[in-house]
């Protein structure tokens, strides 16, 4: 007998992508493409909110960006302004009222956002103003935001979002269109990208510039933290709407999150692994006769490794990149199955050699131990593991869903507890030391919670020294305002029977 089951993914998961147009005659055209362009950081839904200057057009959908804007699907979604927004959402959240973007008629008029982050004061905001009578239709963090604007008694929509945006704590880069214009806004910490671009006289918003490479549109600058840029036919206009704080990039973008062909905080993603696998390989250096990335993340920082160490580089595992995300398991047993659906080593590549393994993070150890297991079933004399990134001991509460502190195998154990868990020769993490080295972090501007257990916002440190954070961080975020996030758990090791 068969059963269709989900593949599981150890990866940390960005929350979202957002892409913005103003002035464009085929602005939704371009949100999709620009989406697309971005659909690695969300799969599970998304959305496109258009404006014809008169009235705002909206289509979303569960799915993949291709799956679900059809031409039939792009062509009633008129005029020259656009955004659109693809999602991940946490589990047992996948709902279709949850996808971005959010379309309101309040007493700003027509509105539309798509948001990345997480607020971190959401469920606290949400009881306030469910209170005052407010009615909430989804349970996205991102509707928070929706209730503040349309109860501000500022006179216009800058002004107004300006009053929302400095009541609210945590992550946003979020996208606003109206009939005539577009804002984008970056939360004053500047935790999630945002990116301005240039495609002739029309203007671009979008998380990540490999976004704007596909157009052949022109990278002008960052959104700056704590910015609101507002497009319009009279031009651009930069406002700072909130006071300055210290900023606190999230350093995961260069770790995994970011495509490598992307500028994120004004520096390249792929130069960054590149630097974080030569300081893996001065940190950590392995007698061995080849480098091996687990692909896709691993391979720039298993080039950067095998360039300072002068091992060769090799394409040892191969990926399978039209895996689904359902798939159909056999009723006996195969060993591995669920890795090596992604996953199959080229034994004549690995067989009789001392390998160093090269990934760009380990969480649970579940799907390394697997990783591991199969590059030894192929004939590999000895596996070193290579990490570039520090060990990851708590979740992240600002933006990017991450398992629990108790499925994080390294808030309890050693690195050489789960090296002997992996069933590695070696183990060997990126230092914190490093990491910031390697993506040129002179001023202390990037965020490092998940490797420090420090958070740079009031209210979650404190549940973190009250022992109330322990739950799964992913439940705040875009979507599943659940208090299970605040709820301690026992820590411990996940093991695999």
Same mark, same amino acid.
């Given at each position: 007998? #068969?059963?269709?089951?989900?593949?599981?993914?150890?990866?940390? *998961?960005?929350?979202?992508?957002?892409?913005?147009?103003?002035?464009?005659? !085929?602005?939704?055209?371009?949100?999709?493409?620009?989406?697309?362009?971005?659909?690695?950081?969300?799969?599970?839904?998304?959305?496109?909110?258009?404006?014809?200057?008169?009235? +705002? *057009?909206?289509?979303?959908?569960?799915?993949?960006?291709? =799956?679900?804007?059809?031409?039939?699907?792009?062509?009633?979604?008129?005029?020259?302004?656009?955004?659109?927004?693809?999602?991940?959402?946490?589990? $047992?959240?996948?709902?279709? +009222?949850?996808?971005?973007?959010?379309?309101?008629?309040?007493?700003?008029?027509?509105?539309?956002?798509?948001?990345?982050?997480?607020?971190?004061?959401?469920? !606290?905001?949400?009881?306030?103003? !469910? *209170?005052?009578?407010?009615?909430?239709?989804?349970?996205?963090?991102?509707?928070?935001?929706?209730?503040?604007?349309?109860?501000?008694?500022?006179?216009?929509?800058?002004?107004?979002?300006?009053?929302?945006?400095?009541?609210?704590?945590?992550?946003?880069?979020?996208?606003?269109?109206?009939?005539?214009?577009?804002?984008?806004?970056?939360?004053?910490?500047?935790?999630?990208?945002?990116?301005?671009?240039?495609? $002739?006289?029309?203007?671009?918003?979008?998380?990540?510039?490999?976004? %704007?490479?596909?157009?052949?549109?022109?990278?002008?600058?960052?959104?700056?933290? $704590?910015?609101?840029?507002?497009?319009?036919?009279?031009?651009?206009?930069?406002?700072?709407?909130?006071?300055?704080?210290?900023?606190?990039?999230?350093?995961?973008?260069?770790?995994?999150?970011?495509?490598?062909?992307?500028?994120? %905080?004004?520096?390249?993603?792929?130069?960054?692994?590149?630097?974080? $696998?030569?300081?893996?390989?001065?940190?950590?250096?392995?007698?061995?006769?080849?480098?091996?990335?687990?692909?896709?993340?691993?391979?720039?920082?298993?080039?950067?490794?095998?360039?300072?160490?002068?091992?060769?580089?090799?394409?040892?595992?191969?990926?399978? *990149?039209?895996?689904?995300? #359902?798939?159909?398991?056999?009723?006996?047993?195969?060993?591995?199955?669920?890795?090596?659906?992604?996953?199959?080593?080229?034994?004549?590549?690995?067989?009789?050699?001392?390998?160093?393994?090269?990934?760009?993070?380990?969480?649970?150890?579940? #799907?390394?131990?697997?990783?591991?297991?199969?590059?030894?079933?192929?004939?590999?004399? =000895?596996?070193?593991?290579?990490?570039?990134?520090?060990?990851?001991?708590?979740?992240?509460?600002?933006?990017?869903?991450?398992?629990?502190?108790?499925?994080?195998?390294?808030?309890?154990?050693?690195?050489?507890?789960?090296?002997?868990?992996?069933?590695?020769?070696?183990?060997?993490?990126?230092?914190?030391?490093?990491?910031?080295?390697?993506?040129?972090?002179?001023?202390?501007?990037?965020?490092?919670?998940?490797?420090?257990?420090?958070?740079?916002?009031?209210?979650?440190?404190?549940?973190?020294?009250?022992?109330?954070?322990?739950?799964?961080?992913?439940?705040?975020?875009?979507?599943?305002?659940?208090?299970?996030?605040?709820?301690?758990?026992?820590?411990?090791? =996940?093991?695999?029977?």
């Amino acid at each position: 007998m #068969t059963q269709k089951l989900a593949y599981a993914d150890e990866h940390f *998961h960005d929350e979202c992508g957002v892409f913005g147009v103003f002035g464009h005659e !085929e602005a939704s055209k371009l949100a999709y493409l620009g989406l697309y362009a971005l659909q690695h950081r969300g799969q599970e839904s998304a959305g496109i909110a258009s404006s014809d200057g008169t009235d +705002l *057009h909206l289509h979303r959908a569960m799915g993949e960006v291709e =799956e679900i804007f059809q031409p039939s699907v792009l062509a009633k979604l008129p005029g020259n302004l656009a955004i659109g927004h693809t999602r991940y959402s946490t589990a $047992g959240d996948k709902a279709l +009222l949850n996808a971005q973007s959010i379309v309101i008629d309040c007493n700003k008029g027509k509105v539309a956002l798509g948001h990345n982050g997480n607020l971190t004061n959401a469920v !606290e905001w949400r009881r306030k103003l !469910e *209170h005052r009578g407010s009615i909430f239709h989804t349970n996205s963090d991102t509707e928070v935001i929706v209730h503040l604007l349309a109860r501000s008694q500022a006179r216009n929509l800058s002004g107004a979002l300006g009053d929302a945006l400095n009541q609210v704590e945590g992550a946003y880069s979020l996208l606003v269109l109206t009939p005539d214009e577009l804002y984008a806004v970056r939360d004053p910490r500047g935790f999630r990208p945002l990116n301005l671009g240039r495609l $002739g006289d029309a203007w671009l918003v979008a998380s990540e510039t490999c976004a %704007f490479d596909l157009l052949n549109a022109q990278y002008v600058r960052e959104i700056e933290p $704590g910015e609101m840029v507002r497009i319009s036919r009279a031009g651009i206009e930069s406002v700072h709407f909130a006071p300055e704080k210290p900023h606190q990039q999230c350093i995961f973008e260069h770790v995994y999150f970011s495509r490598p062909d992307s500028i994120i %905080f004004g520096r390249s993603v792929n130069e960054s692994r590149e630097a974080l $696998g030569r300081t893996l390989a001065r940190e950590h250096p392995a007698d061995a006769d080849i480098v091996v990335p687990v692909p896709d993340s691993g391979v720039p920082a298993a080039v950067g490794y095998a360039l300072e160490s002068g091992i060769p580089f090799r394409m040892g595992l191969i990926r399978n *990149h039209y895996i689904g995300r #359902t798939f159909i398991e056999p009723s006996q047993a195969i060993r591995n199955f669920g890795v090596k659906l992604k996953l199959n080593p080229i034994r004549g590549v690995i067989e009789g050699k001392r390998v160093v393994l090269v990934d760009d993070s380990l969480v649970r150890g579940t #799907t390394s131990r697997k990783i591991v297991r199969m590059v030894r079933e192929a004939g590999a004399k =000895e596996v070193h593991m290579r990490i570039s990134c520090p060990p990851t001991i708590s979740p992240c509460y600002y933006g990017v869903d991450t398992p629990t502190r108790e499925e994080l195998i390294a808030s309890s154990s050693s690195p050489d507890e789960i090296c002997k868990y992996i069933g590695a020769d070696s183990l060997g993490y990126v230092s914190l030391a490093g990491l910031k080295q390697a993506v040129n972090d002179t001023k202390g501007n990037y965020c490092t919670s998940c490797y420090t257990g420090v958070y740079p916002t009031d209210l979650v440190q404190l549940e973190v020294r009250e022992g109330r954070a322990n739950g799964r961080a992913g439940d705040t975020m875009n979507g599943n305002l659940s208090e299970d996030a605040i709820i301690e758990r026992p820590v411990g090791v =996940e093991r695999e029977s």
